[in-house]
T-cell receptor, first 121, second 113 residues
């Protein structure tokens, strides 16, 4: 079982270019997320999807868009990249979205992909 | 607003000593608090979590405590080893119309042999 696969692993991108980061999970998780990680700022949620066909905005959605056509794939698109979008991007998934049950034994653990290192120049 | 504060940002300990990382959250309705460990160049991985219906949880050398009244929770690592060196992130689940997990800014732990 691969878990969560992200592509590309790393990319150098010219400012103004369009870029799509791909994310695929084979765990049949309903919820998927995109986070960006910047030094000193931790992990910040960009967009999320609690089930196929629906998406929502996170903490820092501006400049990014997502789609969730099916359960397994959750691509993140930068329509016109800017240098401030230089970051490490992590795709993640969990069995369900939100509303962690106090009775749940497994919890709604979020599993992260390996990350995509993006540099916008 | 939604906020998770994490301290300290860096922590250096001698092998065998204990390490404590503290986090505070702002939403009193938060009910789920995971801790993630991230080694250099790797993905964050869950190491322990706690729900609001318990005050403490332990798993071998790591433990987490939760004080709901004060809205803070802490990670305790005992008998630290060099392989514990990593960045640790706390997080709190915010119950609003978006239901999201908010992360702290991370603590870089270095364990010296």
């Amino acid at each position: 079982i691969a878990g969560i696969t992200q592509a590309p692993t790393s990319q150098i991108l010219a400012a103004g270019r369009r870029m799509t980061l791909r994310c695929t999970q084979d765990m049949r998780h309903n919820a998927m997320y995109w986070y960006r990680q910047d030094l000193g700022l931790g992990l910040r949620l960009i967009h999320y999807s609690n089930t196929a066909g629906t998406t929502g905005k996170g903490e820092v959605p501006d400049g990014y868009s997502v789609s969730r056509a099916n359960t397994d794939d959750f691509p993140l698109t930068l329509a016109s990249a800017v240098p401030s979008q230089t970051s490490v991007y992590f795709c993640a998934s969990s069995d369900v979205y939100g509303q962690w049950s106090l009775d749940s034994l497994s919890g709604n653990t979020i599993y992260f992909g390996e990350g995509s290192w993006l540099t916008v120049v | 607003g939604e906020n998770v504060e994490q301290h300290p940002s860096t922590l250096s300990v001698q092998e065998g000593d204990s390490a404590v990382i503290k986090c505070t959250y702002s939403d009193s309705a938060s009910n789920y608090f995971p801790w993630y460990k991230q080694e250099l160049g790797k993905r964050p991985q869950l190491i322990i979590d706690i729900r609001s219906n318990v005050g403490e949880k332990k798993d071998q050398r790591i433990a987490v405590t939760l004080n709901k009244t004060a809205k803070h929770f802490s990670l305790h690592i005992t008998e630290t080893q060099p392989e514990d060196s990593a960045v640790y992130f706390c997080a709190a689940f915010y119950l609003d119309n978006t239901d999201k997990l908010i992360f702290g800014t991370g603590t870089r732990l270095q364990v010296f042999p």
